[in-house]
């Protein structure tokens, strides 16, 4: 595709409940983001992919969060035992070698109630 | 860990008078980046600075790194209601992991 594409758009889930969100990156591109953003803060760094491997996820809030990029494409985000505090759009990024721009998603409004 | 940090948090001007947003930084970093985001919308990349000092002008926006490598501010001149949204710095820490940290952002509000 064009762009970063995420999905679902938007994700209400109950609490307790385990959620899983996906990343689409743009065709090529060996780096991926996550990031979580709630309303009127800037992005919070989760995790950083450099192909399959995860090479930074020292932004991870705790063992409920896992991330995998297992063929170094589409990317997922798997959170267990969801809580009202993980409610948030969890944004996806991807960047290319040698090019700074970081190309962001839509983002997944997560919702736990 | 590595913070960075914006002021002021939000900005209201009247259309045609400027506007700057300050960006500091805990530790040096490798480079910086600016992204704009319109309500509803995902952050947008606006430019990165990598050298000390550097100085960079898009039409109405100048971005500027300090020479610590640890600051930067943009600004912008005469506003229009298109420059409406939040702005962001996002710097890449000097150990070069590829982590780009975001600050918390300056929402700018423009009255015509």
């Known amino acids: 595709g064009a762009g970063v594409s995420q999905t679902p758009s938007n994700k209400v889930t109950e609490k307790g409940k385990y959620v899983e969100l996906r990343c689409d990156p743009i065709?090529?591109?060996?780096?991926l983001y996550w990031y979580r953003q709630s309303l009127g803060q800037g992005p919070e760094f989760l995790i950083y992919?450099?192909?399959?491997?995860?090479?930074?996820d020292s932004g991870l809030p705790n063992d409920r969060f896992f991330a995998v990029r297992p063929e170094g494409s589409v990317s997922t985000l798997k959170i267990q035992r969801t809580e009202r505090g993980d409610s948030a759009v969890y944004l996806c990024?991807?960047?290319?070698?040698?090019?700074?721009?970081?190309?962001f998603g839509q983002g997944t409004r997560l919702t736990v109630v | 860990g590595q913070q960075v940090m914006q002021i002021p948090q939000y900005q209201h001007v009247q259309e045609g008078e400027d506007f700057t947003t300050y960006c500091n930084s805990s530790?040096?970093?490798?480079?910086i980046q600016w992204y704009k985001q319109r309500p509803g919308g995902h952050p947008v990349f606006l430019i990165q600075?990598?050298?000390?000092?550097e100085v960079k002008k898009q039409k109405r926006l100048t971005f500027q790194f300090g020479e610590a490598k640890k600051n930067s501010s943009l600004h912008i001149t005469a506003t229009q209601t298109t420059d409406v949204g939040t702005y962001f710095c996002a710097g890449l820490d000097s150990g070069n992991t590829g982590k780009l940290i975001f600050g918390q952002g300056t929402t700018l509000q423009v009255k015509p």
């Open positions: 600075l990598v050298k000390s000092g």
């Open positions: 992919f450099q192909g399959t491997g995860a090479a930074d």
């Open positions: 990024a991807s960047s290319s070698s040698g090019v700074p721009e970081a190309f």
């Open positions: 530790t040096t970093l490798s480079n």
């Open positions: 065709s090529g591109h060996t780096a």
